[in-house]
């Protein structure tokens, strides 16, 4: 069978870079479209660039839009990611640079030339995608699947109380995006905490003897200490789970389709509220990833770092 056609859109982030490594393992990687997020557009770039890098893949990176479509002052995830995003592990910054053409462009481009096959797993604020809708809206016609990381369907955010942290980024993005395509994934913060991973399983990971898992178990030092500080008994580790979904959609054991709409006003700003009870009438868009399977999360997740799980 052909590999899965993926196009990540990123802000790398550690847990980007854990999903990034799984989709180069298990599928055809057709390019990183970039987005701010979790820190600054030059560092999740350059932090894009240095992973390919690290495992000798191809792949082209694309820049995207510097910061959300509508000016708000965005607070950045780096008490998480570190201030570089990737841990502040010291390494030194690649060699390879960004293709010229803008992320939007990209994510046209390679919906065209893998028109029906493209997988688009967007991992990051939704900026680029929106941005490439508005110039297209005729592209979720071309594109197979859109797999989402983003929201949190009961109301637990994890940037403010209700919002997570890519819909909470730039929600008029993510209102663009779930207004307009007609069904996508959505893998959101609440599940990822229902399916955290220990600690000392990402440790065993991490300890592999390869290029792959060196790199990560040095980027990831510093969330997994931020994280274990304030007494979470388990690593969140959200791309990587939606990009279990993307690339065996068999994993999922359990679904809800709904619509999910984006709070754009108050104190909810960045919310994604979810017509359980199909109040408004409003057609399902989302199809909402309820449980998956967590022996095969973490063998995915083991595979892409050399590990054992
Ligand atoms: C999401 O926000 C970012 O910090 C992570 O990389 C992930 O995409 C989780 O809320
Ligand atoms: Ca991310």
């Known amino acids: 069978m052909d590999k899965a ?14 999903a990034i ?31 390919v890098e690290t495992i000798g893949a191809a792949t082209p990176v694309f820049a995207g839009c510097a910061g959300p479509l509508v000016a708000h002052p965005p607070e950045s995830a780096a008490f998480v990611h570190g201030l570089d995003g990737f841990g502040d592990s010291g390494h ?23 028109a029906g096959k493209l997988v688009i797993v967007a991992m990051a604020p939704l900026t680029n995608l929106a941005l490439a809708l508005k110039l297209d809206p005729e592209l979720p016609s ?5 797999v989402v990381m983003g929201g949190a369907v009961t109301g637990r955010g994890n940037t403010t109380v209700s919002a997570e942290f ?3 980024f730039d929600p008029e993005a993510a209102h663009i995006v779930f207004s307009a395509w007609p069904k996508f994934e959505l893998v959101d913060w609440e599940l990822t905490v229902r399916h955290a991973i220990a600690y ?16 990560f178990d040095a980027i990831s030092r510093k969330t997994r200490a931020w994280s274990q500080e304030r007494g979470r008994p388990k690593l969140a580790l959200a791309d990587p789970l939606a990009m279990a979904v993307a690339l065996q959609p068999d994993i999922v054991v359990r679904t809800g389709e709904h619509h999910v709409a984006v709070a754009l006003d108050g104190l909810a700003r960045g ?18 990833v309820m449980e998956l399977d967590q022996a095969r999360f973490e063998a995915l997740a083991a595979s892409a770092l050399g590990a054992g799980s």
Do not use: C, Y
């Not at 056609?5 to 854990?18: E, N, S």
């Open 142 to 146: 071309r594109v197979a699947r859109l």
């Open 200 to 215: 000392g399983t990402i440790e065993h990971w991490s300890s592999a003897d390869n290029a792959q898992a060196r790199f």
């Open 166 to 168: 890519n819909i909470g």
């Open 5 to 18: 056609k993926i196009l990540i859109d990123t802000d790398p982030g550690v847990d980007d870079a854990l």
């Open 271 to 288: 919310a994604t509220v979810v017509d359980w009870d199909n109040r408004s009438g409003a057609a399902t868009n989302a199809r909402i």
């Open 21 to 51: 490594l799984m989709a180069h393992r298990h599928a055809d990687v057709v390019g990183l479209t970039i987005a701010a997020g979790n820190v600054g557009l030059a560092h999740t770039v350059a932090n894009a660039l240095k992973l």
């Open 92 to 114: 030194l910054p690649g060699v390879r640079r960004a293709e010229a053409e803008p992320a939007a462009q990209a994510i046209l481009r390679l919906s065209r030339e893998h």
